[in-house]
C-alpha cells in the first residue's frame, strides 16, 4: 500500500508550475478517436487517470505515445470492442467513449463509470442526449449498450435539465458526426468545454457556442488529425494558491489562466490574501491575520466545487468561523472528520461545513476518501506539527501530476513510501 508521508510545519518557497487540465485531458482523449488520422495533444497531465485512458485505447487498437508531457494519438486501426469494465470502472470520465463511439461507429459497448465517490452523479442526462439524437440505450449487466438504426444519429435540439459539464461534452462528441445541426440549450460553459469543443474544431468540426449555454453543432462526415495544447489546470492552480496563502513564504503559481479562477480567487482576497496576479503567474505573499469567509459552491463561473475541499485547511487560519455548502455534491464531505482528526476545528451541521480557527494541526494517519479530499489532507499535513501519513494515495495521484516532485521543489518534506 502506498502512502503520503509528510513532516509538516516548514515554509513553502519558490515557484510552482501548472500542469495541463486534468478535466479536459480525460475528455480529449476520447475525442481524439474520432479522428481519422494522428492527433497530438501537448500538455498532457502524467497522471493516473490518463494512463487509464490510454490503457483503453491500446485495447481498442489505436497506438499511443506518451512522453514529456505529449501525447500522441493514431486512430486509423480503432475497433469498436466491448469496453474492459475493469480499466472503466477506475476513471469517471471513462464514460466519454460514449459518446465518441457513438459518432465514430454508430454503437458502443461501455462498462458503467467509476471515478471518486461523491454521492449520486447518474448518467441520465448524458442517455437523454444520446436518444435525443436517435440512439437506443439499454443497461445490460452493468454495461450501456449503445445502438443506432441504419439513418445514424440525426441533429436536434437538447434541452439539459440540469447544467451537466460531462453530459454537455459527451452530447457534444456524439452530435459533431450527426446529420444536420444540433442545439445543446442549458449547456454547462466550464473551460474544459472550451477546449473540447477547440479541439474538434481543429479537427475540422462546426461548433459554435462553447463557452455559453448554448453550443449550436452542425454535423461534418469527416474529421481529421491536429495538435492542440491544452489549457493549464485551474483546480490544482486553485490547490496551489490556498497552500501558498496557508503555508507559503512566497510562492509563485505559473501557468495559470486567471480568468478560469475569478470566483476563487475573489474568496482569497475577501479573506485577506495578497497576490499579485500576472499574465499567466500569480506570486502569493505570506499570509498575515485572514479573516472568515462564507463559500459557496455553483456551476461555472461560480465558485468550482473542486476546490471547496482544497481551500478548507486555509479557513483554519482565519480568525472566526467560516462556512461552505456545496451546492452541487452535498455529500462531498469526507475531508472533514479527517481534518477533525488532525486536530482542527471542524464539523458538518445539516448541509454546511464550518470551519473554525485553529492555531495549531496535528500530523494524523488520515485517507484520502476522493482526489480532492486528497490534496486538502496533503495542505494540512504541510501546515500540521509533526507527522501526517496519508493512505488511499491512488486517489490523489488519479488527478495530480507530480505532487511529490513539486512540494519538494518547494521546501517540503514529502515523500512516497509502500507500507
Do not use: W
Not at 482528526?341 to 495549531?360: Q, S
Amino acid at each position: 500500500m502506498k502512502k503520503i508521508v509528510i513532516n509538516g510545519n516548514r515554509p513553502l518557497k519558490g515557484e510552482v508550475t501548472i500542469s495541463g487540465a486534468k478535466n479536459s485531458a480525460v475528455a480529449l482523449i476520447p475525442a481524439a478517436i474520432l479522428a481519422d488520422s494522428p492527433v497530438t495533444l501537448e500538455g498532457v497531465p502524467d497522471i493516473q487517470d490518463v494512463h487509464s485512458l490510454m490503457e483503453i485505447l491500446e485495447i481498442m487498437g489505436v497506438k499511443v505515445k506518451f512522453e514529456n508531457n505529449t501525447l500522441e494519438i493514431d486512430p486509423r486501426e480503432i475497433v469498436s470492442i466491448p469496453m474492459p469494465s475493469g480499466k472503466i470502472n477506475s476513471l469517471r470520465a471513462s464514460y466519454y467513449f460514449m459518446g465518441a463511439l457513438l459518432a465514430k461507429f454508430g454503437e458502443g459497448v461501455v462498462g458503467l463509470p467509476g471515478g471518486c465517490n461523491l454521492g449520486p452523479r447518474p448518467i441520465d442526462l448524458h442517455i437523454k442526449g444520446f436518444e435525443t439524437l436517435g440512439a437506443t440505450v439499454t443497461n445490460e449487466q452493468g454495461a450501456m449498450y449503445l445502438r443506432t438504426d441504419e439513418k445514424g444519429l440525426q441533429g436536434e435540439r437538447i434541452y439539459m435539465d440540469m447544467v451537466s459539464i460531462g453530459a454537455t461534452i459527451n452530447v457534444m462528441l456524439a452530435a459533431v458526426k450527426a446529420k444536420g445541426k444540433t442545439i445543446i440549450e442549458n449547456a454547462a460553459r466550464e473551460p474544459e468545454i472550451i477546449d473540447v469543443a477547440t479541439l474538434l474544431n481543429n479537427m475540422g468540426a462546426k461548433i459554435r457556442g462553447a463557452g455559453t449555454n448554448e453550443i449550436r453543432i452542425e454535423g461534418v462526415e469527416h474529421l481529421h488529425g491536429c495538435r492542440h495544447m491544452i489549457i493549464p489546470d485551474r483546480i490544482e492552480a486553485g490547490t496551489y494558491l490556498s497552500m501558498a496563502a496557508a503555508v507559503g513564504q512566497g510562492v509563485t503559481v505559473k501557468n495559470v489562466i486567471f480568468e478560469h479562477l475569478e470566483s476563487f480567487i475573489a474568496k482569497l482576497e475577501e479573506m485577506g490574501v495578497r497576490m499579485d496576479i500576472s499574465e499567466d503567474s500569480i506570486y502569493v505573499h505570506p499570509a498575515e491575520k485572514l479573516n472568515p469567509i462564507s463559500v459557496k459552491t455553483f456551476p461555472y463561473p461560480g465558485f468550482a466545487t473542486d476546490l471547496q475541499q482544497p481551500i478548507t485547511p486555509l479557513l483554519f487560519k482565519a480568525q472566526g468561523t467560516s462556512e461552505i455548502i456545496d451546492t452541487i455534491y452535498p455529500k462531498r464531505i469526507g475531508h472533514i472528520p479527517e481534518l477533525a482528526r488532525m486536530g482542527g476545528d471542524a464539523r458538518v451541521e445539516g448541509n454546511y461545513m464550518y470551519l473554525g480557527h485553529t492555531a495549531h494541526l496535528t500530523g494524523a494517519e488520515v485517507a484520502a476518501s476522493d482526489l480532492r479530499a486528497g490534496a486538502c489532507l496533503v495542505i494540512a499535513g504541510l501546515m500540521a506539527e509533526g507527522t501526517t501519513k496519508i493512505s488511499k494515495v491512488e486517489n490523489i495521484l488519479r488527478g495530480y501530476d507530480h505532487i511529490i516532485e513539486k512540494l519538494t521543489a518547494l521546501g517540503a518534506d514529502i515523500q512516497m513510501i509502500e507500507e
